[in-house]
């Protein structure tokens, strides 16, 4: 009899072959771990190998927490997804007055990038140094098209709507985020990522440059105080991923509002955007990405199967091994 593990294992270990990997992998179905393993160093620099427990930032990823969070809040009338965000919060009367809350998370909302900006790293110290108020910033930025008519990501509307979450609990983001999601989910590594903080166990990010591996940039918002994003492991990810399938942190009436295909994507025909996670014809997919870090989640629904990939290297193709393991499993 075939052992899927084994063939999992044989999958990742060919890829490694001929490319560097370093990082964690789980793959589960139906409740059950299939195969989940670490690889490389969390930090070159003293040997520290990677483990199952260690902690990577998982950058967009974090869309999905931020998303269920506004469902929830939304469902208790805490908030309107259809609503004007000016609505909560002063400083964002301004802008258009077409735009909503849906449209934040759904990526139709028209807003610029935040991440497309020039010289970013640059703009953001100085705006520190100004003492300047960052949803201020972000809300005066360019509207590239008129709300709902198209769609382009970008993480502006997913800030502005984490400072809303803020403002109708009175809770910081990182506290809301435990209350909801973390604390009942016993989900107890994942947090938010600062990376001038102390955190047991993160692994530090890593690319190469010329031939050598180097340590990797921060998150070019790395100066700014706001709602941010988190880190986690694989094993985490994997309870959120179990609670979503079988409904214990998400109502059925919740799972279908994330998960409704609100709009076509740009880059690729064959997928929809929900709330926070890429649709596809039978899975759902959420990815995250930053210097010295991918991150990507694969959830098909209908098998109850979950491939989480966390790495500290950025070079590591997701894409290949997750496809490999797709037919693999025979989703």
Not at 40 to 69: C, H, P, R, W, Y
Not at 84 to 94: A, E
Not at 202 to 222: H, M, P
């Amino acid at each position: 009899m075939v052992n899927v593990g084994d063939e999992i294992n044989k999958i990742v270990e060919d890829y490694k072959i001929e490319n560097h990997l370093s990082g964690t992998l789980l793959v589960s179905q139906d409740g059950k771990v299939l195969f989940e393993k670490a690889y490389g160093k969390a930090n070159m620099q003293f040997g520290v190998e990677n483990t199952l427990d260690m902690k990577f930032f998982i950058a967009s990823v974090t869309k999905m927490f931020i998303a269920a969070a506004a469902i929830k809040l939304h469902e208790e009338a805490a908030i309107n997804l259809h609503a004007h965000p000016g609505i909560y919060i002063d400083t964002l009367k301004h802008m258009h007055h077409k735009i909503t809350l849906h449209q934040l998370i759904s990526h139709t909302s028209g807003l610029y990038d935040i991440y497309a900006i020039p010289n970013i790293r640059f703009e953001m110290s100085k705006l520190n140094n100004e003492k300047g108020d960052f949803l201020n910033y972000l809300s005066n930025q360019e509207q590239l098209f008129v709300p709902g008519v198209g769609w382009k990501y970008n993480s502006t509307g997913f800030i502005m709507m984490g400072y809303v979450l803020e403002a109708v609990t009175g809770k910081t983001f990182e506290t809301l985020l435990n209350e909801l999601f973390f604390n009942p989910l016993n989900m107890k590594s994942t947090g938010l990522h600062n990376p001038r903080q102390i955190v047991v166990n993160r692994a530090y990010g890593y690319t190469i440059e010329n031939g050598e591996f180097r340590n990797a940039d921060y998150d070019k918002l790395v100066e700014i105080e706001a709602p941010g994003e988190l880190y986690s492991t694989v094993r985490d990810l994997n309870l959120w991923c179990e609670a979503i399938l079988n409904e214990t942190i998400l109502s059925g009436a919740s799972r279908d509002i994330m998960f409704t295909p609100y709009a076509s994507v740009d880059f690729d025909p064959k997928f929809k955007y929900g709330y926070g996670w890429f649709l596809g014809n039978n899975f759902r997919w959420i990815p995250g990405g930053s210097p010295g870090y991918k991150a990507d989640i694969w959830q098909f629904p209908e098998k109850k199967v979950n491939i989480i990939m966390l790495w500290n290297y950025e070079k590591v193709n997701s894409y290949v091994l997750f496809e490999r393991i797709r037919d693999l499993l025979n989703l």
